[in-house]
């Protein structure tokens, strides 16, 4: 008799289900005026404008995607690094602060985080207007929060009879401090920092198309005059650009012991710092408010805005990370596992790297063409997009983990596809589910993009009420934003907790 | 002409609903070598913990230099050295790093980052590491990839590198052979350097668990259950005393 049993790894594929409201709404919205569109729009993949003009408009947004992603990712990692300190235990262990400061500076960071910086993005430039540096600043707000994060956990490491004892040496503070964090900085810089680059520059792109600049922008504008021959020439170059940034850095090897690449790398480091805060100065004190001026717009009426509008909004921004959080867990494993060879492994990780690549609002408003705009699309959309990300995972770690069980199995005459079930992925779900409930949180941020594009949810209220200057509106959506984030964030840690 | 340099006035240590430590009294004079006796869980560890100041009694004061210990300042604080019984070595840092980090007491912040960043001077650390019979080939060995022996006298270098008065060492001897046991032994105890370039720590209180080796000592405690049973000069020491806490 064959019950489904709940463990792990049909954990892992029941979330599937959210396909069946789902593919109904989706079954239902479903119209075919804009199927030549999407025809063209796969076509044009293998078919990219090529030609003089166009190769030079590329390097000349490449540069500013590279520019801004680079810059805010070193900000973001330096600073990232100092508030992870500063919101770590060790911290207040060693100086002797009361609990209760790490506490304030854990909490205003988890209410930064929150807000995905598509959203600080469209806040800054509604604020300061279109302008180069707001992606740097917009990137970096929530990406100092969610680096401290990690730094913070890793610091959190540090065996406590260590502190006891390099604290006995009684040295100044700052250098227990620095002896100690020492390794697990480093540490957290090698196997995280080096892969924020490429976040970096995949958020740079997103808030490309909201107008930031780089080479989104150029997506954005390409996909508008549906020019999809163009926008492909551009998804091609993004691609090529993630790809050498991932090459170089893999063959990079920090080697801490080396003399001059360590003061190198201080030097960078303080050059860094410094010329940040000068900039933030700069742009502080060099920047009309333009409309933040405007006192009035500060407490405009919003008489169009109800109550009842609002919770159904927030109840749509649940769902829609609910439903795009089931795909991203359950699809990977499900495609792999019927798909179980090698052909077809080479092309889904072809199709993985597609969905990564294009931005969601791409994905989404190419979905758009032969859907109505919907939770479900919307969910389909950011669903997919993370399933690229977890299928990546969960390939490098199939590819590195023991197969004598599967081999084994797989002599024995069970069938391929359950030798696989139970020889590979039952030793990986556990790590695999644990993974996921930290993409969720990210999901649960990234509903803000596809909310603004498709029309659903918060996203969409936070557009409409920063384009009317309802400040109270905007703040309200925030807090609501932060308040889904939060919460979420509490669940998926204790989900985390109990799988680890 | 006694004066003391460390004290405990009626010390107890709760962890939990255990009594730890149960109402000690002690006084360490300068220029005392004391061995501490006593069976596994007897509360060695932590006697001394509370008496280098990690661990804050429940109950009771400990003064250093017949000051409160909370009241002293990091330099007066630092005239203490501990062997931990567990070594508390950073793994992840060579062997002359976490000897340099002895030094940390009498240098600056600027010290610390260089020594993480390898580029300071380890002459004074290989030094030490010399003295407790340490190769040269492991100098710049991590932690990790070291042998329980090496690991001990890394952390004994560490400490002895400190040149403290007071020197609290739990358990030094294990892991090491009898030669090397001797060596340090000499080390922690006596100037056996022939060029007079270092100096023993004038007091020391060593856990131990060898009695062959009391005879380099002034003076007993026998601790049993967190209680001292006896307090002895070592030519007082009997074999009944010794009984009452194995
Ligand atoms: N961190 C701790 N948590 C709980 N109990 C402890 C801890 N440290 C020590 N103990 C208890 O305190 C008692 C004394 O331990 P310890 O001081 O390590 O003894 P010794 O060093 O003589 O072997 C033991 O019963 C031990 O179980
Ligand atoms: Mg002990």
């Given at each position: 008799m064959n019950k489904l049993k709940l463990n792990y790894t049909s954990l892992s594929?029941?979330?599937?289900?959210?396909?069946?409201?789902?593919?109904?709404?989706?079954?239902?919205?479903?119209?075919?005026?804009?199927?030549?569109?999407?025809?063209?729009?796969?076509?044009?993949?293998?078919?990219?404008?090529?030609?003089?003009?166009?190769?030079?408009?590329?390097?000349?947004?490449?540069?500013?995607?590279?520019?801004?992603g680079f810059f805010s990712w070193l900000v973001s990692?330096?600073?990232?690094?100092?508030?992870?300190?500063?919101?770590?235990?060790?911290?207040?262990?060693?100086?002797?602060?009361?609990?209760?400061?790490?506490?304030?500076?854990?909490?205003?960071?988890?209410?930064?985080?929150?807000?995905?910086e598509v959203v600080w993005g469209i806040l800054l430039m509604q604020i300061y207007g279109i302008n180069f540096s707001i992606g740097i600043i917009a990137i970096c707000i929530p990406y100092i929060a969610v680096n401290s994060k990690v730094f913070a956990e890793q610091l959190e490491t540090i065996d406590y009879k260590n502190f006891e004892s390099i604290n006995q040496i009684n040295g100044p503070k700052f250098s227990s401090?620095?002896?100690?964090?020492?390794?697990?900085?480093?540490?957290?810089?090698?196997?995280?920092?080096?892969?924020?680059?490429?976040?970096?520059?995949?958020?740079?792109?997103?808030?490309?198309?909201?107008g930031i600049g780089g080479i989104g922008t150029s997506i954005f504008l390409s996909f508008q005059t549906l020019n999809f021959r163009e926008l492909w020439t551009y998804l091609w170059s993004l691609a090529i650009l993630i790809i050498l940034s991932g090459l170089i850095f893999k063959k990079i090897k920090f080697n801490t012991t080396n003399k001059i690449l360590s003061i190198f790398f201080i030097s960078i480091f303080f050059i860094t710092i410094l010329f940040s805060f000068l900039y933030f100065l700069y742009f502080i004190f060099n920047n009309n408010f333009e409309n933040f001026?405007?006192?009035?717009?500060?407490?405009?009426?919003?008489?169009?805005?109800?109550?009842?509008?609002?919770?159904?909004?927030?109840?749509?921004?649940?769902?829609?990370?609910l439903l795009s959080t089931g795909i991203a867990i359950s699809l990977p494993p499900l495609v792999i596992g019927i798909f179980n060879n090698n052909t077809s492994k080479i092309f889904i990780k072809i199709f993985a790297f597609l969905l990564r690549l294009i931005p969601t609002p791409v994905i989404l408003l190419t979905l758009l063409t032969f859907n109505n705009p919907s939770v479900s699309l919307a969910a389909l959309t950011l669903g997919l997009h993370n399933a690229g990300i977890t299928s990546k995972l969960l390939f490098t770690n199939?590819?590195?983990?023991?197969?004598?069980?599967?081999?084994?199995?797989?002599?024995?005459?069970?069938?391929?596809?359950?030798?696989?079930?139970?020889?590979?992925?039952?030793?990986?779900?556990?790590?695999?589910?644990?993974?996921?409930?930290?993409?969720?949180?990210?999901?649960?941020?990234?509903?803000?993009?596809?909310?603004?594009?498709?029309?659903?949810?918060?996203?969409?209220?936070?557009?409409?009420?920063?384009?009317?200057?309802?400040?109270?509106?905007?703040?309200?959506?925030?807090?609501?934003?932060?308040?889904?984030?939060?919460?979420?964030?509490?669940?998926?840690g204790k989900i985390k907790n109990s799988l680890t | 002409m006694n004066n003391t340099v460390l004290e405990l006035e009626n010390i107890s240590y709760k962890y939990k609903n255990d009594l730890i430590l149960n109402k000690i009294n002690l006084k360490i004079n300068s220029g005392e070598k004391i061995a501490l006796l006593g069976k596994s869980g007897s509360g060695k560890t932590t006697l001394i913990?509370?008496?280098?100041?990690?661990?804050?009694?429940?109950?009771?004061?400990?003064?250093?230099?017949?000051?409160?210990?909370?009241?002293?300042?990091?330099?007066?604080?630092?005239?203490?050295?501990?062997?931990?019984?567990?070594?508390?070595?950073?793994?992840?840092?060579?062997?002359?790093?976490?000897?340099?980090?002895g030094l940390l007491a009498e240098n600056n912040f600027y010290f610390a980052f260089k020594n993480l960043l390898n580029i300071s001077s380890f002459k004074k650390a290989h030094k030490y590491m010399k003295l407790c019979r340490l190769h040269n080939s492991i100098y710049d060995k991590k932690i990790r990839k070291l042998s329980g022996g090496q690991k001990q006298r890394v952390a004994i270098a560490r400490s002895l590198i400190q040149e403290s008065n007071i020197l609290l060492a739990d358990e030094p001897f294990n892991n090491l052979d009898p030669k090397l046991i001797t060596t340090i032994k000499n080390l922690l105890l006596e100037n056996v350097d022939k060029n007079k370039t270092k100096k023993s720590p004038k007091t020391a209180l060593v856990a131990l668990h060898r009695l062959d080796?009391?005879?380099?000592?002034?003076?007993?405690?026998?601790?049993?259950?967190?209680?001292?049973?006896?307090?002895?000069?070592?030519?007082?020491?009997?074999?009944?005393h010794l009984e009452k806490i194995y």
């Open positions: 594929f029941l979330p599937i289900l959210v396909c069946i409201p789902l593919g109904y709404q989706l079954i239902n919205n479903i119209h075919f005026g804009g199927f030549k569109l999407f025809q063209e729009f796969l076509i044009s993949s293998f078919n990219p404008k090529i030609d003089n003009e166009i190769i030079i408009t590329v390097i000349k947004r490449l540069n500013e995607t590279i520019l801004i990692i330096i600073f990232g690094a100092f508030f992870g300190i500063i919101s770590s235990n060790i911290f207040y262990k060693i100086f002797n602060i009361p609990n209760f400061f790490y506490r304030i500076v854990r909490f205003f960071l988890t209410i930064i985080r929150s807000i995905h401090l620095l002896t100690l964090i020492w390794n697990p900085i480093i540490y957290t810089f090698k196997n995280f920092g080096l892969y924020r680059l490429e976040c970096s520059i995949r958020s740079t792109v997103i808030l490309g198309l909201f001026n405007s006192a009035s717009s500060l407490f405009k009426s919003s008489s169009d805005f109800r109550l009842f509008d609002f919770l159904k909004l927030t109840l749509e921004t649940i769902i829609l990370s199939l590819d590195s983990q023991d197969k004598r069980n599967y081999i084994a199995m797989k002599s024995l005459g069970i069938s391929k596809k359950t030798s696989w079930l139970l020889g590979l992925f039952s030793h990986q779900a556990k790590s695999y589910l644990a993974y996921c409930a930290y993409r969720s949180d990210i999901i649960i941020r990234e509903t803000a993009i596809v909310g603004v594009i498709g029309s659903v949810g918060l996203g969409w209220q936070l557009q409409e009420s920063l384009s009317s200057f309802a400040w109270q509106e905007v703040t309200l959506v925030l807090i609501a934003y932060s308040c889904i984030a939060i919460v979420g964030e509490l669940i998926n | 913990s509370v008496l280098n100041g990690t661990i804050k009694p429940t109950q009771g004061e400990v003064k250093l230099f017949n000051q409160s210990f909370e009241e002293l300042d990091r330099k007066q604080k630092s005239k203490i050295t501990t062997i931990w019984q567990d070594l508390r070595l950073i793994e992840d840092l060579s062997a002359e790093q976490n000897v340099n980090c080796l009391l005879n380099d000592f002034d003076k007993v405690i026998g601790i049993r259950d967190g209680k001292i049973f006896f307090n002895l000069k070592r030519n007082n020491l009997k074999k009944i």
